[in-house]
């Protein structure tokens, strides 16, 4: 009668899970070097929608349903004076406002803005 028992145990002895770590190091290093690495916004914004929208890149400015002002850790007029800060030529200003906003205080809004020198500015939307 012949023992099976010792080739299993051979047979176990020589697998190696190294295949397997390196394929989980190598997809770990792909979603790393694929993940857009991007700060949370500060609080929740609806884009309006429009035609032809297209992503926008650049300093954002984010504009709440209440009228709330962010620019990075900064809140309501504190905003402008880091905007003031920024350089010229620093590329194009995008407005992140809630669909809810109130076209006239988004006017009022631009209107500081360009007079300040802090234009281009790029409103964002989304796709209908």
């Known amino acids: 009668m012949l ?3 010792a080739d299993d145990r051979q047979r176990r002895q020589g697998e190696s ?3 397997m770590i390196n394929v989980v190091f190598l997809l770990l290093i792909f979603f790393l070097m694929s993940a857009r690495l991007v700060p949370p916004a500060p609080f929740e914004t609806a884009p309006p929608r429009a035609d032809g929208a297209e992503p926008a890149t650049g300093d954002m400015l984010h504009l709440s349903a209440a009228g709330d002002l962010a620019f990075g850790d ?3 007029e504190a905003v ?3 905007l003031a800060a920024r350089p010229d030529g620093a590329g ?3 407005i992140r406002a809630d669909a809810g906003v109130e076209a006239a205080a988004l006017a009022r809004l631009a209107a500081r803005l360009t007079v300040e020198g802090r234009g281009p500015l ?3 939307t ?3």
């Open 80 to 82: 402008f004076a880091a």
């Open 122 to 124: 790029r409103l964002v």
């Open 92 to 94: 194009p200003l995008v």
């Open 17 to 19: 899970i190294v295949p």
């Open 74 to 76: 900064l809140r309501g």
């Open 126 to 128: 989304v796709p209908r």
């Open 3 to 5: 023992d099976f028992r």
